[in-house]
């Protein structure tokens, strides 16, 4: 069983930075690829990004690329979502959640985080 803690939620201001970090409570953390997903009011959830588990192997959203850094930290068991250049666009509920496959495939992730608030104002 893996267990996702999220933080870093909140307000930013458009064109600013905000950090996500997903802390897992699991000791087999460098077996797990990670995905980072986002859900707007009355829309899907979709894919932003996912890190294999390595750490070596990413991939984006094209919505999000160049924008968005997904790292992991192994010795902590934290995966991290680095947003920069925020649009309204992004603003969302965002989810990590851990797969043993390295996937942008929602349905291949079967342990999800709790999901924080971002909102971002002109």
């Known amino acids: 069983q893996v267990q996702l803690v999220e933080s870093g939620g909140g307000l930013v201001q458009a064109g600013g930075s905000l950090r996500l970090s997903c802390a897992a409570s699991v000791r087999t953390f460098s077996r797990y690829a990670m995905g980072w997903f986002r859900q707007a009011p009355g829309k899907e959830r979709e894919f932003v990004a996912r890190?294999?588990?390595?750490?070596?192997?990413?991939y984006y959203a094209d919505s999000v690329k160049g924008r968005v850094t997904i790292s992991k930290d192994r010795a902590n068991n934290t995966v991290y979502l680095q947003m920069n250049g925020l649009k309204h666009a992004d603003a969302a509920v965002y989810y990590c959640a851990a797969s043993t496959i390295a996937t942008m495939m929602l349905n291949e992730y079967a342990y999800w985080g709790q999901g924080p608030q971002v909102t971002v104002y002109s």
């Open positions: 890190i294999s588990s390595g750490g070596t192997n990413t």
